[in-house]
């Protein structure tokens, strides 16, 4: 049986080796434990200083990230129009890091997204639609935050020029 220790050093080596986000369920099988001890390490993991990020589709440990452009932006739209809202950022190489609204009760609910390709969009749609669920943007009348990232400033402009176009960006 693994301590925890070494459990933890190999959860935080897959997740610096692997580009692509991991499960906590498949940690749990490959180590031999629950899903809610891989949880509890993460956590401990996290308060050790890692940057390890809970995505949709999994843990990831952000790489490269120091050189890409940042901008959060304002944005508000109905329901009908949140994937086209996000396939227009995605048009121009635009990574949807998050999505943060600001609730009169809870104060700023944030969850990472890391939408990098239209297959995570398409992904990300599918499974908003078999769970039936709501966007956090219902909480606040379709007003929600978007931090964006891009690898160049054109990118960037190109992203928030068409999001102005289309009425999404909040500009006032």
């Known amino acids: 049986m693994l301590t925890a220790k070494l ?25 031999g434990v629950t899903r ?7 956590a401990l993991l996290r308060a050790e200083g890692n940057n390890i990020i809970a995505t949709p589709d999994g843990y990831i440990i952000e790489k490269n990230a120091a050189n890409r452009i940042n ?12 994937e086209d809202e996000l396939a ?7 990574v949807i890091e998050d999505v943060v609204v600001e609730h009169p009760l809870y104060g700023e609910i944030r969850a990472m997204l890391k939408l990098r390709t239209f297959n ?32 160049t400033e054109e990118n960037m402009l190109l992203i928030l020029n068409e999001l102005k176009n289309k009425r999404y960006l909040i500009t006032e």
């Open 120 to 151: 995570d969009l398409s992904n990300f749609i599918d499974k908003f639609n078999n769970l039936k669920a709501t966007p956090l943007s219902s909480l606040t009348g379709g007003v929600h935050i978007h931090t964006i990232s891009t690898e």
């Open 7 to 31: 459990r933890k050093q190999m959860i935080i080596n897959k997740l610096i080796d692997c580009s692509e986000p991991q499960k906590g369920s498949s940690f749990a099988k490959e180590l």
């Open 88 to 94: 227009t950022i995605i048009r121009y190489g635009g």
């Open 71 to 82: 901008r959060v932006i304002a944005v508000n739209h109905h329901i009908d129009e949140m």
């Open 36 to 42: 809610q001890v891989i949880v509890k390490d993460i």
